[in-house]
């Protein structure tokens, strides 16, 4: 049973630590080489891509709340439900349930990430930095990758000025922000087709990965920034192991700055604690 749920509430951990863009994972966020003369105007690349930035920064919230429904690949557990929260630049915040019971809930800030399985009565307490493995992964570079935003990790916004594009065919470009080292890559596909959006991004560390693909975008707030409903996420970790779900967002029900003030997240009594490192583990024998 532990080994069915573990992935509903680790898979930003998972995110975190199975990261990386080499060229030999871009295939999988979209299609690469071949044309060389895109029907988008060199000139105008820059400045579109610009815009999908500038849009999701301009986004009016400083809380964010949407219904989500979760489905674990490879599990056979039924699509779980709940509730996303971020609290802009402070907090994302994930509870789930099925049939009206709860099953678990998650928060991650910029200090920690704690969690707890009911049914298992388990729980996880660990600081951010060292799920993170050293990276500077920001909460708000998290938020980003939860709503399909371009960011630079690190930094409170995208660095276009330092980032590398290169155009794999038609409508469809790599965006590939300024490498920070520890040999860490990571990049974005997007796609500027009129409804510009940003449709995937890849972190690649050594033998690592973590894909997010996103897909069926609706308009959202006042300058009509593009959402993905949904979100499909998948890690790999040493030897090929992987974990992978897909999240559903209900963006037509998604409302912003209803409650800034989250209760605090408290971890229920006598529940037993597991290690991120058992985690990881559990997840790459699945």
Same mark, same amino acid.
């Given at each position: 049973?532990?080994?069915?749920?573990?992935?509903?509430?680790?898979?930003?951990?998972?995110?975190?630590?199975?990261?990386?863009?080499?060229?030999?994972?871009?295939?999988?966020?979209?299609?690469?080489?071949? $044309?060389?003369?895109?029907?988008?105007?060199?000139?105008?690349?820059?400045?579109?891509?610009?815009?999908?930035?500038?849009?999701?920064d301009a986004?009016?919230?400083?809380?964010?709340?949407?219904?989500? *429904?979760?489905?674990?690949?490879?599990?056979?557990?039924?699509?779980?439900?709940?509730?996303?929260?971020?609290?802009?630049?402070?907090?994302?915040?994930?509870?789930?349930?099925?049939?009206?019971?709860?099953?678990?809930?998650? *928060?991650v800030?910029? =200090?920690?990430?704690?969690?707890y399985?009911?049914?298992?009565?388990?729980?996880?307490?660990?600081?951010?930095?060292?799920?993170?493995?050293? /990276?500077?992964?920001?909460?708000? $570079?998290?938020?980003?990758?939860?709503?399909g935003?371009? /960011?630079?990790?690190?930094?409170?916004?995208?660095?276009?000025?330092?980032?590398?594009?290169?155009?794999?065919?038609? $409508?469809?470009?790599?965006?590939?922000?300024?490498?920070?080292?520890?040999?860490?890559?990571?990049?974005?596909?997007?796609?500027?087709?009129?409804? =510009?959006?940003?449709?995937?991004?890849?972190?690649?560390?050594? *033998?690592?990965?973590?894909?997010?693909?996103? *897909?069926d975008?609706?308009?959202?707030?006042? $300058?009509?920034?593009?959402?993905?409903?949904?979100?499909?996420?998948?890690a790999?970790?040493?030897?090929?192991?992987?974990?992978?779900?897909?999240?559903?967002?209900?963006?037509?029900?998604?409302?912003?700055?209803?409650?800034?003030?989250?209760?605090?997240?408290?971890?229920?009594q006598?529940?037993?604690?597991?290690?991120?490192?058992?985690?990881?583990?559990v997840?790459?024998?699945?």
């Open positions: 049973m532990l080994r069915r749920h573990i992935p509903l509430l680790i898979l930003l951990p998972a995110m975190l630590l199975m990261a990386g863009c080499s060229s030999s994972r871009r295939q999988a966020m979209g299609p690469t080489g071949g $044309n060389l003369s895109a029907p988008v105007a060199v000139a105008e690349v820059s400045q579109r891509i610009s815009a999908i930035a500038a849009g999701a986004m009016a919230w400083q809380s964010l709340s949407v219904p989500v *429904s979760v489905k674990v690949h490879d599990s056979g557990l039924p699509k779980v439900s709940g509730t996303l929260t971020l609290v802009r630049d402070r907090e994302i915040r994930l509870s789930l349930r099925f049939l009206g019971m709860e099953m678990g809930a998650l *928060s800030t910029a =200090d920690s990430i704690r969690g399985l009911k049914m298992q009565k388990l729980y996880l307490s660990e600081s951010t930095a060292d799920i993170a493995g050293g /990276f500077p992964l920001t909460v708000g $570079n998290l938020q980003s990758l939860l709503t935003a371009l /960011f630079t990790i690190g930094k409170p916004a995208f660095d276009i000025a330092e980032a590398s594009i290169t155009h794999e065919r038609d $409508n469809i470009f790599t965006i590939t922000p300024s490498p920070i080292g520890a040999g860490l890559d990571y990049c974005f596909s997007v796609e500027l087709t009129g409804p =510009d959006a940003v449709t995937g991004a890849a972190f690649v560390h050594g *033998s690592r990965y973590a894909l997010a693909r996103y *897909s975008f609706h308009s959202y707030g006042r $300058n009509t920034t593009l959402l993905p409903s949904q979100i499909d996420l998948s790999a970790g040493k030897e090929g192991h992987s974990v992978g779900a897909t999240l559903y967002l209900n963006i037509d029900r998604a409302a912003t700055d209803t409650d800034l003030s989250l209760r605090p997240f408290v971890i229920p006598g529940y037993r604690r597991i290690s991120a490192a058992s985690l990881i583990k997840i790459t024998e699945l």
